[in-house]
């Protein structure tokens, strides 16, 4: 069988280089269609897709990711969770819209906003575009929200810069299958500590080698440089959430 989707996946990469070539209308259309045929939880369609045009916003999320290359991106996406437009609906038709304020109904709408933005980056590639998702918005949730002008039950969730690539970036190495597919319960293998030495040599070799910004790291400091991060960043997340009309408790 034929098959030219496997191979894309398989070559995935982000891409955080871009020509300065816009994308054109059919292509954002295009794109938009795509996440929109993403499956959706319950039928709900619960998140949406705000495209950044403005320059001046563009930069000010650039400010907050610290990722000003999103400003050459030939369009930028910024996905929401959204509970908004389907309580609109159920205000019309008389029914209590509660239940939307719900944990269940936030997750549904992460779980559709991250399936649908994947559908972009996959179509994007399609297309010979390149992306990265960006959950750095989350840097400064509050200000975002404030930008975008969000109304409540709606929560900015990832951005994603797409456009044409100007660098190909090698491909990273992934963990091995027996570290992350497990057969009815969750078992990690024996050799554990054998398998984890291997990917850290594979991945270390790949830092060392790639062609931009080489350093020394394997995945074991990635993971513990990460959570020695400032616990203080991204700590109102709960907060902002809660401001928006979700009930995470
Ligand atoms: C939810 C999510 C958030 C991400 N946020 C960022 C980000 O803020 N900045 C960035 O440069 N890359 C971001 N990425 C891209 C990851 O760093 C990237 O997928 C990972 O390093 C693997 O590299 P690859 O996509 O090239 O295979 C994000 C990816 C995901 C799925």
């Keep these: 069988m034929d098959n030219s989707i496997l191979p894309q996946l398989f ?11 816009p994308l054109t209308a059919d292509e954002v259309t295009t794109l938009v269609k795509a996440a929109q045929h993403a499956p959706t939880s319950t039928f709900s369609q619960q998140y ?14 650039g400010d907050i990711t610290g990722h000003h290359w999103l400003e050459s991106a030939g369009h930028y996406f910024i996905v929401i969770a959204d509970q908004y437009r389907n309580r609109q609906l159920a205000q019309q038709a008389g029914v209590d819209p509660a239940i939307l304020h719900s944990t269940d109904k936030f997750l549904a709408s992460v779980f ?9 980056v996959i179509a ?6 390149g992306s990265t ?21 709606t ?3 990832l951005g994603i810069a797409i456009g044409h690539p100007e660098h ?19 078992q990690l293998p024996e050799n554990f500590d054998n398998q984890l030495i291997d990917y850290d040599a594979q991945l270390a070799a790949y830092y060392q080698n790639r062609d ?31 401001q928006q009309g979700f009930k995470l408790a």
């Design 11 to 21: 070559n995935h990469r982000s891409i955080r280089q871009f020509t300065t070539e």
């Design 168 to 186: 190909t970036p090698d491909l990273k190495p992934r963990l091995p299958e027996p570290l992350v597919h497990f057969t009815n319960q969750y």
């Design 48 to 61: 949406s897709l705000l495209s950044i045009t403005d320059p001046t916003l563009k930069h000010a999320i």
């Design 155 to 157: 929560f900015p969730l």
């Design 124 to 129: 994007g590639e399609s297309m010979g575009l």
């Design 112 to 120: 559709d906003a991250a399936i649908a933005t994947e559908n972009i």
């Design 212 to 242: 931009s910004h080489r350093r020394t790291e394997t995945f074991s400091h990635h993971i513990t440089a990460e959570l020695s991060r400032d616990p203080k960043v991204r700590a109102e997340l709960a907060t902002l959430i809660g």
């Design 133 to 153: 998702i960006m959950g750095s918005i989350l840097n400064d949730a509050g200000r975002l929200i404030e930008l975008l002008h969000l109304p409540e039950l």
